[in-house]
Antibody, heavy 117, light 113 residues
Framework: EVQMLESGGGLVQPGGSLRLSCAASGFTFSTYAMSWVRQAPGKGLEWVSSISGSGTNTFYADSVKGRCTISRDNSKSTLYLQLSSLRAEDTAVYFC??????????WGQGALVTVSS | DVVLTQSPLSLPVTLGQPASISCRSNQSLLYSDGNTYLNWFQQRPGQSPRRLIYKVSNRDSGVPDRFSGSGSGTDFTLKISGVEAEDVAVYYCLHGTHWPPVYTFGQGTKLEI
């Protein structure tokens, strides 16, 4: 059974930093590109970032470029998202996702990040 | 950049009646490999998104056959043949490419009974 479990969310002050983790199991982690998608309270889904299976290639939405770093540790089957210079508008539930355009999709339950003083 | 525009944004329906959601793109989504990577997701209240349809019209495993997808080029539609109570959710269209793995969501359509 595929499972993806996010952790690391919480309350952070504006300008602060946070690292989210996503522990995956049930599939060959290194084989798949992985993504982060966020959802602000009461709003829609927004793609944030993706990383290739090897970790060599990374991609970011313009809204987080320069403030966000995606990475992975394939030996631990874990995906990370380092968020910095956080703003109120970064407040959201952050989902770890294995988005595949044809094959099976898997999403975590989400981690809430609240940016507030 | 691809922009996906869904309509309506809110869709009140009656149980048992059909429902239809439109997703329009600002450019053709036909990819160089001949495929169109337009997916539909369902997000029930308090849950993570779940894909219903991939490549315009292919239902995912376990998705009831009352859900169907159609369209081509820039215009796509998700139809529910007869809405059931469990279909109350927000529906999103999604476009992406295999490489680079970047994605665009529509704004979402809230279906309510």
């Amino acid at each position: 059974e595929v499972q993806m479990l996010e952790s690391g969310g919480g309350l952070v002050q504006p300008g602060g930093s946070l690292r989210l983790s996503c522990a995956a199991s049930g599939f060959t982690f290194s084989t798949y590109a992985m993504s982060w998608v966020r959802q602000a309270p009461g709003k829609g889904l927004e793609w944030v970032s993706s990383i290739s299976g090897s970790g060599t290639n990374t991609f970011y939405a313009d809204s987080v470029k320069g403030r966000c770093t995606i990475s992975r540790d394939n030996s631990k089957s874990t995906l990370y998202l380092q968020l910095s210079s956080l703003r109120a508008e970064d407040t959201a539930v952050y989902f770890c996702a294995r988005i595949h355009l044809v094959g099976a999709n898997y999403w975590g339950q989400g981690a809430l990040v609240t940016v507030s003083s | 950049d691809v922009v996906l525009t869904q309509s309506p944004l809110s869709l009140p329906v009656t149980l048992g009646q059909p429902a239809s959601i439109s997703c329009r793109s600002n450019q053709s989504l036909l990819y160089s490999d001949g495929n169109t990577y337009l997916n539909w997701f369902q997000q029930r209240p308090g849950q993570s998104p779940r894909r219903l349809i991939y490549k315009v019209s292919n239902r995912d495993s376990g998705v009831p056959d009352r859900f169907s997808g159609s369209g081509s080029g820039t215009d796509f539609t998700l139809k529910i043949s007869g809405v059931e109570a469990e279909d109350v959710a927000v529906y999103y269209c999604l476009h992406g490419t295999h490489w680079p793995p970047v994605y665009t969501f529509g704004q979402g359509t809230k279906l309510e009974i």
